[in-house]
């Protein structure tokens, strides 16, 4: 792995070596956090593949490394680490990103709630009002009914990956159903059918899918906010 630093930004390569397995997704980590990803690269050359990314860094030390998977996404390598010092009068300043998630409408008759939309755009608007002032920028997405799907919501993650810069910070919040099973959060969607165990765990948004979401924001600095039953 390589890299050439201008200010906050490193243009980052590396070359993989399919030793047989083939090459899956590949992730370029920033201080731990995934900050870019990738699947399917180009054609390799003589079995050795090349990966290239910009990736925006914090202020202080960060250290930049890339992991790749076998074809199949089970088993990864991953690179030696690369250490940059960046300046403070090199970082911009950090803006601030809401996400906020309520649902009342559910299509499930009997789940219909009267506060979740209320509480998700309130408390989207007090954070914005309360972060002007301290932000250079301040962007807020409210997702509320219909729009609360797994789906939409993977889509709003993927989009917000691609704006936030690790010296940002990043506010996410949801209100709505939810059930704990075996000691795992599932959130209900807009769209779930049913509220039997058997139901939650397949159209519930659980636990693992949360991680996997939130691992894909590169802030440093992030606080999450569920207004569920069971959440705790």
């Known amino acids: 792995i390589r890299g050439d630093l201008t200010g906050d930004r490193v243009r980052a390569e590396a070359d ?15 201080n731990g956090v995934v900050q870019k990803t990738a699947v399917g690269l180009p054609s390799a050359k003589d079995g050795v593949y090349t990966a290239d990314a910009d990736l925006y860094l914090a202020e202080g030390e960060n250290t930049v490394q890339l992991v790749a998977y076998n074809e199949m996404n089970t088993i990864q390598a991953r690179s030696n680490a690369m250490t940059f010092s960046v300046a403070a009068s ?16 559910y299509a499930l008759d009997r789940l219909k709630l009267e506060y ?21 920028e301040v962007h807020t997405e ?17 989009s917000l990956a691609q704006r936030i810069r690790p010296n940002d910070v990043f506010v ?3 209100a709505g159903h939810g059930k704990t099973i075996d000691g795992r959060f599932f959130y209900a969607p807009y769209d779930i059918d049913n509220t039997t165990v058997a139901a939650v765990r397949e159209q519930g ?3 693992s899918t949360w991680q996997e979401w939130f691992s894909t924001i590169p802030a440093q600095k992030s606080l999450l906010l569920f207004d569920s039953c069971e959440s705790g």
């Open 16 to 30: 993989i070596d399919d030793l047989g397995g083939g090459v899956g997704r590949i992730e370029w980590r920033v």
């Open 90 to 105: 090199d970082v911009q300043p950090p803006r601030l990103f809401i996400m906020s998630v309520g649902v009342d409408n």
């Open 116 to 136: 979740a939309v209320r509480d998700a755009e309130t408390v989207a608007a007090t954070l914005a009002e309360a972060g002007g002032g301290l932000y250079t």
């Open 142 to 158: 409210i997702v509320l009914d219909e729009d609360v799907t797994r789906d939409g919501l993977a889509e709003r993650f993927r």
């Open 172 to 174: 996410f919040f949801s």
């Open 205 to 207: 948004i659980g636990h």
